[in-house]
């Protein structure tokens, strides 16, 4: 009998089963300055997201579910390394995100999780915004050298281009931007296809090359990393979407990224690998609200993109992966984008490195429901500045600046604390009620500072020849 199951064991080894239930395919949805209020599930009034609604009751809806910066650059370098910005140089306290004329990239000996997946055998795609290099001025910071086998669309934000002077003043919060006025990049590969890129069909096409390499990939296992240029101003919805929604152009364009989820669900239904597949939606960062109505919402947080506030780094994160993840369930522990770089490399059965820091933990024990998981305090950064920090319910903050139009941050001593869950709106600073907090607190920074070795920044070098004489 022994003898049986263990030539059963082996011929499924060789079969390679096992390996193939424990290899998912990875899709990682990640949305251009979403707000934490902009989808149905979030609790916004008039915008209509049924398939990420529909994401959430098949699977799980974070609460507390963060980036690990407050802009775009740093907030994608630390989902794709698992590390806080501060340690690969992809931040700074001034320049904020890589410029269209950048020549700083993400550093070769960082560690990608497109790389981490690759070398367990993973096909590998981005398709969307990269902004992690601008490889017209630096072959180096491309995305097939960080990992990614497939690639198409921007190299940068879809709002960057050479030729800003013939935009008229705010045009970004326009609800009606003229695509003439930008000369977004599309790129298939590293062959530049369109400039200006259609900005209104910029989804639809993002969504129909994902949907082939889903169904050219479903052998498996495989990457899918999906970082959409919008909501981001400009903003541009397709004719399909264009003046339907209820909330104006804003509400056009997030319901056109609803449906692109839809069929990328569908695309892995079709493909019969929904049970070995986990999908995971989040956004960089929070809403742009200087853009008025073109700038998405916070919900009940306070402030948005740029800001250490909640509403500028405490973003929607939905995981689905039927079989897997419980359906129904709100997580309401603390988790990161980080977290999905270590989750994802250890269900790849990638080691995840241990020649540095790598600040994400394995978020699995969430995602299944099995219980909560240990963590460091999450620090929020501004640039390559500590602003706050959090542990359980508190968060302290010693620097606060608004998003934007102030020029130096305001110190704080002692430190405001507020209690997120009772507070999530950061309104009433108990710091006064709970001194030993504040202690903890600055304890935890401490320690952090004292092992931190801050990389040289990467947001500094441009192409010399837009340097001032
Ligand atoms: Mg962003």
Avoid at 75 to 96: E, K, N, Q
Avoid at 124 to 131: L, N, P, R, V
Wanted: net charge neutral; glycine share 10%.
């Amino acid at each position: 009998m022994k003898t049986i199951w263990s030539l059963l064991a082996l011929f499924t080894l060789l079969l390679g089963h096992p390996q193939a239930a424990e290899t998912p395919n990875i899709i990682i949805i990640y949305a251009d300055d979403l707000g934490y209020g902009d989808l149905g599930c979030y609790g916004h009034p008039s915008i209509r997201t049924p398939n990420l609604d529909r994401l959430a009751a098949e699977g799980m809806r974070f609460t507390d579910f963060y980036s690990a910066a407050e802009v775009c650059t740093p907030s994608r370098a630390a989902l794709l390394t698992g590390r806080y910005p501060v340690r690969s140089g992809m931040c700074h306290d001034r320049f904020r995100v890589l410029r269209n004329v950048s020549t700083g990239h993400l550093p070769a000996d960082e560690i990608t999780l497109a790389e981490q997946l690759k070398g367990r055998g993973y096909a590998t795609a981005i398709i969307g915004k990269w902004h992690l290099g601008v490889w017209a001025n630096n072959p180096e910071g491309h995305p097939h050298r960080h990992g990614f086998e497939m690639v198409f669309g921007l190299p940068h934000s879809n709002d960057m281009d050479p030729t800003a002077a013939r935009r008229p003043p705010g045009a970004d919060n326009r609800e009606d931007p003229d695509p003439q006025w930008w000369q977004a990049p599309l790129y298939d590969g590293e062959r530049l296809v369109e400039q200006p890129a259609d900005q209104t069909t910029l989804t639809r096409r993002y969504t129909e090359r994902a949907v082939k390499f889903i169904g050219e990939k479903k052998g498996g296992p495989f990457f899918l990393y999906f970082p959409h240029s919008f909501p981001h101003t400009p903003i541009f919805a397709s004719e399909q979407f264009h003046g339907k929604s209820p909330r104006g152009r804003y509400g056009d364009v997030v319901e056109e990224l609803d449906w692109s989820v839809g069929r990328v669900i569908e695309a892995v239904r079709a493909a019969g690998i929904e049970r070995n597949t986990l999908v995971f939606f989040s956004s960089d960062n929070g809403p742009w609200l200087i853009r008025d109505l073109a700038g998405g919402s916070a919900g009940p947080l306070r402030e948005g993109k740029g800001s250490t506030w909640e509403g500028g780094m405490r973003v929607p994160g939905i995981a689905w992966w039927p079989g897997k993840v419980p359906a129904g369930r709100v997580c309401r522990e603390l988790a990161t984008t980080m977290d999905l770089f270590t989750t994802c490399s250890l269900l790849a059965g990638a080691k995840v490195p241990a020649d540095r820091p790598i600040d994400g933990v394995d978020i699995l024990p969430l995602l299944t429901g099995a219980g909560p998981v240990k963590r460091e305090p999450f620090f929020f950064y501004r640039g390559s500045t500590l602003f706050a920090v959090r542990a359980g319910q508190w968060k302290a903050h010693y620097l606060t600046q608004p998003a934007y139009g102030t020029p130096r941050a305001e110190a704080h001593d002692p430190p405001l604390l507020f209690n997120v869950p009772a507070d999530p709106g950061e309104r009433f600073n108990v710091a006064a009620q709970h001194p030993e907090v504040l202690t903890d607190l600055a304890s935890a920074v401490t320690k952090h500072r004292a092992a931190l070795q801050p990389a040289a920044t990467q947001l500094e070098a441009v192409r010399s020849e837009t340097r001032a004489p």
